[in-house]
Each structure stands twice: as C-alpha cells, then as structure tokens.
C-alpha cells in the first residue's frame, strides 16, 4: 500500500499554497537539488567529458526510459528520452506515416492538444503526399477509423476537461482496420496506471514535467512497440540514434530498437532532476495513486458543487472517464483562476472558460481538496473574481 | 583588455588536471551551481507553475538568444535557443529548401559533422522532391557552388581538424549563385569572432556546451537573417513557436521573426547553467580570445613538433586557417589519448587517427601548454602509449 503520507515529505510545498496545478508543473522534489548539484560538482565539474561514459550521461535516455517504462506497462528498451513532446510526436509520425505509404489520413481529434495537430500539419505540407488531417469531435473518433486511415494519433487524457479516450478499445479497432496508434500520455504518465505493451500500442510519446515532476522543461519520452522498434524509420536521423554514433560515418545506419530515435545531446541537468523524481516513484503503486486519485477528485466535485452552482463540470461525471485532473466551465473563469492564486491555491485557466484542478496524490490530500473547494465557494459566491485586478492582460500561461 | 587570469578563476578545474577537451565539453563555471540552485529552489520550488511568467521562463529562449547574438554577430531578436544542435539543422534546412523548390541539390563537404548529413538524409527521403545531398572535399565547395545548388550547409570548424571555411567568401559567393546558407557554429561560436549579420548568413545553428560552457545536454540556438525571419517556414510547428501560443489554436499560424523557430518546453535548468555561462563571457572582449587562442595553438604545436616527430599536424599550419583547436595524425591515437588522459592531460580521439586538443583561453594558461606538450612528447616518444589498459574496448567517446 502506498504511503502517501510519505511521499509527500518528498515534495518542497512553498508555505500557505495548494498546488492544484501538477498536471501542468509538478512540484519539487526536495532530493533534485542534491542529485543536480551532485550532477554538476562531481560529474560535470570533475569528470569532465569523461562524464558521458563515467556517469553514465550517454546511456540515460535509455536507462531512465527503462524507469518510465515500468510506470507505464511498457517493455523494458522500448522507451527513450529526450528532445521536446513536439519532436517525439513528429518522430511518431513520421514513422508511422512510413509504414502505411498508400493511406492518406491522420486522424485525431479536435480536443487534442494544438501542438500535436501542427507538428502534424506541418509533416503533412513537408511529405507532400497528399495526407489529410482529421479532426472529428471526441466522441466520434471511434465511428471515424477505417481502412482510409494511416495512423490514429491521439491524446489519452483531454487537456481541458480530463476526458479519457478507451486506449485498449480504439487501439484495437485501429488495428483491425490496419491503422497504426500513437499516443500522447502528456496528461496520463503518473496519473494513470498504463498498460501499452497490453493494449497494443504501436507508438506513445509523452512528458516528464507534470505529474512525473521532473522539473520545469524535463525531457520527453518516446515508446516504440518492440514489433516495430527495428524497422521504424527515425524521421530525425540524429547521430546519437546511429548504430554506431562514435564512429561518425558520413552515412546513416539507425540503432537497433527504440534507441533509433534518440536524436541529440541529451540534457544531463534535466535528467538529474528526473531522475530524482522517479525515486519517488519507485515507492508508489500506480492503482493506488489512480484509487486515490479518484478519491479526491469526487470529494472535490462534490464539494464545489454543493456549495456554488455557477460552475458546470466540463470533466466526465464519470471518473473511470476522467484522468487525475477536474475541470468546471464558468464565464469569468479567467478572473476566478487569477483570484485564486491570490489565495494561495494555484489551478489553471484554459481558454475559453476553463478552470482546471490538478488532483495529485502524492502530495494532495484531502483536507487540501476540502479547502481549495471552500476558497473555491468563496471566490465564486463572494464574486471575488470581479476585480480589475484579475482582469487578462497580455499573454495567460 | 580581457583578463584571462580572472576568467580563469571562475571555472571549477579539478586538480592536477590539464584539460583541453572544453572544445567537446566546456567546465563548470563557478556562478553555475549557485544559479541552478536558485533556478530550482527559488522559481521551481516557490513559484511553481508561475515560473513560467515571474520567473521569465517562457521569454529565456529569446532573452538568452539575444546574448548569445552578442557573441555571434548577429541582430538582436534573431536567435532563438532550444532544442538540440541536430533538431535545429533540421529546421534550417527545412525553412532553406522551402524557399528554393526549383532545386535540387544540398552542398556540404565530407568534413561536416556527421549528424548534419544525416539530418540532410533524412529530409531529402521525407521530401521526396528528388533532392541530392553532395559532400567534395572541403577544398573544392567553393568551385562546386553553382545554380543547381539549394542550400549550401557547411560547419564553418571541421570538428576534427580545426580547418576553418571562409564564411564571408563563401556565402558572398553562394548568394551570386542564388543559394541559401546554413552555417554550423558548434565549433565557432565562443572560438573565434563572428559577425553572422555583415558576412550575410541566411540560417546558423550552434550548441553551447563546448566553448560557451553552458554544461552537458546544454540546449542548441538558430540564428534566421531579419530578412528571412517572417516568412522562414519553421518544418517543427511547435505550439511554442506559434503567434498565440495560448490561445490553443488549432490551426498553426507561425510567430513573428525567429521566434518561430521555438518548438516545446525549453529545459529550464540547463537554460539557468547557461545563464551563468554567458555571464563571463560578458566580461570577454572576443577578438582578445581569439588572439590568445592563436597565441595558445602556435605554442602548443611548436613545442610539439619540437620534442616528437611522429605526430603530424592534421590542423592547418596557418592560424587564420584554423578554429581553437590543434589536432594531429598518429597511428596509435586512442592509445596515445587514454595514456594522456592517465596522467591528467584530456584531449580526445577522433576516428581514424586523431589526436584533438581544444585551447580556450578563458581557462587554459600557456603553462598549461606547455605541460601538455611535454606530456604528449612523454606518452609518445616512450612509447607510453603500448599498454594493454589504453586499447580500445567498445564505445569512444
């Protein structure tokens, strides 16, 4: 049984906040600042170049992909890590693309995140092979997939209102009709229990700074089906993927397996800090984090709801349709986000009228949840939101 | 005057350690650790998610992009930094042949970086536009520049020589042929002054954990000519590139100037090590630095040559031929290297046969120089080299 209790001891939690915003930006891990400042002293500092082999800094995209593998039910080499979420969705693609050269049709969804669909788009200008890109609503996806398609390519977990698509069910169906899946798991790493190598997967890609907590501009991660590691082309065919990077041949010859899409330099700093968190994770079940996961967000629901019927649940009611996050509409929810943080509990706000709460078992309780719906009540009956204060000015992260 | 005594006192160099691969791996700058500190206990701890806006972390990759520009010649505005060195070569060429589609023929020369190439490979197979990636010698890329000719893609330092191209000449003599230019900086910047916006430069990319010395994984910058900037096409639509990232448009629409260029989340951390990289170099006048470099490299390979007569000059004799690099043939290098490395000399191997040596004097004396040369005169002429514990055994790195 996992010791909550425990794991967040593990987190800096600054003084009078309730962080409710982890699925955007997990929190410190208190050991990151020792394992980077070990990082940066003894290795960078007194190894030198010699790092790369004495501290083991060449192997880490894929010795810290074998730790996220396990977090989410992938086969041990199937995962690495690097470069940005946007460049492993191209690299996905791009693959993908490649092995289904007379189909025409990306299909995802339009609730997916923007940057999915453009790294998209721009592939689809670049190749030049007449592929379109669909973009039905959510729910229709299922009806959508038939032997038109090339790749599925969606988001597990919407980023707006925590809908979760069936992974095991799409993915399956996608095969039958010889489509291949990719699967973005920015909003499902750490919040969900994963199970790719059973459901299927072909590719997933994903992001170690939300509810992983690797730090602001962690690494990306990127699964490979080992059915298909071996032969799926590396769009980005970066030296450090080569069969034999050190021997720098003018020409290209791509890695066995998933360790093809490595592409640059990895960012050995990023990848202390993570490496710290998934310590953490070490000591955690994942249905464990799921079951209290769900815990919080229905005494979270409820609680808001009972006390201020201005704000309509965007999230599924359902929270075996949900992912670890709740989301409510309300007309002034950018004001209202902007009063809250005024009170010390940090949630989102996304565009056009979208509050977003983060709910993070290893270091949210419930009393916190308690309290972030009762200053909830307060911002939204008291109209506290309604100050020029709030108002949006300029860009809104 | 830079005073080269006071930057050397900022760096971390271990004891009893000549080191003379900062061309691969730059050291640790003292202010570093102390600015990464800050960065994860101040912003990530205490701001969390609101780093991204208090802590001017979204802006970083433009903010520290117009330090960088400082360095490199270069408009302020005009150099984004992120990504990998790779990634960013894969953008340039990308935005390069879109703006050329009448031909067909990217020039680069056999002595480019080898992740170039491959990045050139990979394109031309995606586009499938019938583009042709050509690699002369390096000596006869001038005489190959014609009007068949796209985009010319050359490294402006042969990673393994030293040899230096004329980027003036060359791109003066590519724009008369109506060809665009992509300059690799991985060896220059920090080198040698640059002056990317008098020599005319269309696109330049660069990394900056070699000479910069913004540490392992440090991220990469791309420099867009203004001219280019608003109409460059950027292959990686990242939604943070894009005019309103927070907005969460579905439809890509390119941001204003270089900025375009910026894919994902850039790593924050590594952008803070960075940060107090740039810091010394604030206090460097570059045309003293390269000054002293030839200063540093004369020296070096004088007493070299002086004291053994197997090692030949892989470097061109003439200085102003050359980056901040000395490298010889010898048919026993890696040995030779390891031996070096044994006794706390570090330079590096580069297959087939060289010996590489980087003289940075923001941290190497010519003492420093000259103890290195006497070693190197040791290893060699006691055939120090022919030990068993410094064959090659699997991966170089």
């Known amino acids: 049984?996992?010791?909550?209790?425990?794991t967040k001891e593990q987190f800096h939690l600054p003084k009078d906040i309730i962080y409710l915003d982890g699925n955007s930006l997990g929190p410190l891990p208190l050991a990151a600042c020792s394992r980077v400042q070990d990082t940066m002293q003894n290795e960078w500092g007194e190894l030198l170049i010699r790092g790369w082999n004495e501290a083991s800094w060449f192997s880490?995209?894929?010795?810290?992909?074998d730790r996220l593998a396990r977090l989410i039910g992938a086969e041990t080499g199937s995962v690495v890590v690097g470069d940005t979420l946007s460049i492993k969705i191209f690299q996905a693609l791009g693959a993908a693309l490649a092995m289904k050269p007379d189909r025409h049709v990306i299909l995802s969804d339009r609730g997916n995140f923007p940057t999915d669909l453009y790294m998209a788009e721009g592939l689809i200008q670049s190749l030049d092979r007449g592929l379109q890109l669909h973009t039905p609503a959510p729910e229709a996806v299922e009806a959508s997939i038939d032997e038109s398609?090339?790749?599925?390519m969606l988001t597990e977990v919407d980023y707006r209102t925590g809908r979760r698509h069936d992974m095991k069910k799409l993915t399956a169906k996608a095969h039958a009709h010889g489509v291949i899946t990719i699967w973005d798991l920015a909003h499902s790493a750490g919040a969900l229990p994963l199970a790719l190598s059973e459901a299927k997967a072909d590719f997933a890609c994903g992001c170690t700074y939300k509810y992983i907590n690797g730090g602001?501009?962690?690494?990306?991660?990127?699964y490979v089906a080992p059915r298909h590691a071996d032969n799926a082309e590396p769009i980005l065919a970066g030296w450090q993927g080569h069969a034999e990077p050190f021997d720098f041949d003018l020409n290209y010859t791509a890695h066995a397996?998933?360790?093809?899409?490595r592409v640059g330099t990895p960012p050995v700093l990023q990848m202390a800090s993570l490496e710290a968190a998934l310590d953490i994770w070490e000591q955690v079940d994942m249905h464990d984090v799921r079951e209290q996961s769900i815990v919080l967000s229905e005494r979270f629901i409820k609680s808001v709801e009972r006390q201020c019927n201005q704000l309509k649940l965007a999230s599924p009611r359902d929270p075996m349709q949900r992912g670890s996050q709740v989301s409510f509409h309300f007309e002034h929810g950018y004001q209202a986000i902007q009063a809250l943080i005024s009170r010390g509990v940090i949630g989102d706000f996304r565009a056009p009228d979208i509050m977003r709460f983060g709910?993070?078992?290893l270091y949210i309780t419930e009393a916190d949840v308690d309290a972030a719906a009762d200053h909830i009540a307060t911002v939204i009956n008291e109209r506290l939101w309604d100050n020029p204060e709030f108002m949006r000015k300029g860009t809104v992260t």
Chains 1, 2 share one sequence.
Do not use: D, E, Y
Request: hydrophobic share 55%; aromatic share 6%.
């Open 257 to 261: 397996g998933a360790a093809r899409m």
């Open 1 to 6: 049984m996992t010791n909550f209790a425990q």
């Open 60 to 65: 880490q995209p894929i010795s810290v992909g």
């Open 216 to 222: 602001p501009g962690a690494p990306a991660f990127m």
């Open 149 to 152: 398609v090339a790749v599925l």
């Open 359 to 361: 709910l993070t078992p």
